[in-house]
């Protein structure tokens, strides 16, 4: 049932650097097709840094790692295709199903792969008023079970993160920060918390990585990066903005799985496109930290 291409295949013979993608980014994030060019680039952008991308998909019953131009293009053209999380993945596999895989799907599918580095945008984590409904994104889940470093610009900014930090120091998955103190919050480049350690250098961050494997310590690291600078959102307008969007799905009484697609479609509306170009901006940047990791975790002078 794991399909990996004859490119990540090799170079995971042979050693070599391979970076994981998520393909909800390509089923969901962003409109045809801008979708599918966005998809193309980001293989590309790994590429030019020496690294293999594996983007990861469910086809046809399939756990797929690594696809094919062809393939890329049917997850960004299709419309229809659902979101695989951690309970959705032996469902589709038993009816022979396709699913775009969200990030504690691919975390699950990178892990039994073997790939050490998964890039995404941000990780999910315990939704707000969740001491009511109880939402806590599997993304915990999965960052408590599977080994793998997933390279991030902290959580996105519509969570509780202050939760969202406390049941990742309760499961035991460490939170380090590149170059920063502070976590991330996706849009914002510091959300008023601290990260567990602050890291400046990619093979130090390997090196802790390692050193967790060989002691068989369970589950993965979260590696947070802030958005660039010169990409971030003003603080003062994205809150505005999200008060008003939690204000509406109140209104409305827009609950559980639907209310972060409902706040995201809703932010991308009211900053006329500002929340999709800096998404983009981090998701690259979070590329070439993720390449760096991947390239110093081959290193043979690694512990």
Known sequence: MLRLSQEVSSALAENRPVVALESTIIAHGFPYPENYELAVELEALLREEGVVPATI???????????????????AESGSIPKASLRDVPILLALGL?????????????????????????????H?????TFDVSADLKALATYNVMVVCAGAKSVLDLPKTLEVLES?????????TD?????????????????????????RAFKAKEQLGIPGGMVVATPIPEEDELDTERFNAWLDQILKE?????????DVTPFILSRLH?????ETVQ????????????????AQAYCREDML
């Not at 509306?269 to 496109?273: A, E, M, T």
């Not at 800096?278 to 990791?293: P, R, S, T």
């Open 182 to 206: 502070s976590f991330p919050a996706f849009y914002l480049r510091d959300s008023g918390l601290k990260v567990d350690y602050r890291v400046d250098d990619p093979a130090r961050i390997v």
């Open 98 to 126: 396709d699913g775009a895989t969200t990030v504690a799907s691919t975390m699950q599918i990178a892990h039994w792969a073997g790939i050490k580095v998964f890039v995404t945008g941000g990780i999910g984590g315990v």
């Open 171 to 179: 499961q035991g998955t460490s939170v380090v920060g590149y170059q």
């Open 269 to 273: 509306q009211i900053s006329q496109g």
């Open 249 to 257: 799905c109140e209104e409305q009484g827009i609950m559980g799985k």
């Open 128 to 132: 707000r008023a969740a001491e009511q």
């Open 278 to 293: 800096a998404n983009i901006a981090l998701v690259k940047n979070n590329l070439k930290l993720g390449a760096a990791l």
């Open 57 to 75: 998909a469910v086809l046809g019953g399939e756990l797929k790692v690594g696809l094919s131009e062809q393939e890329l293009r049917y997850l």
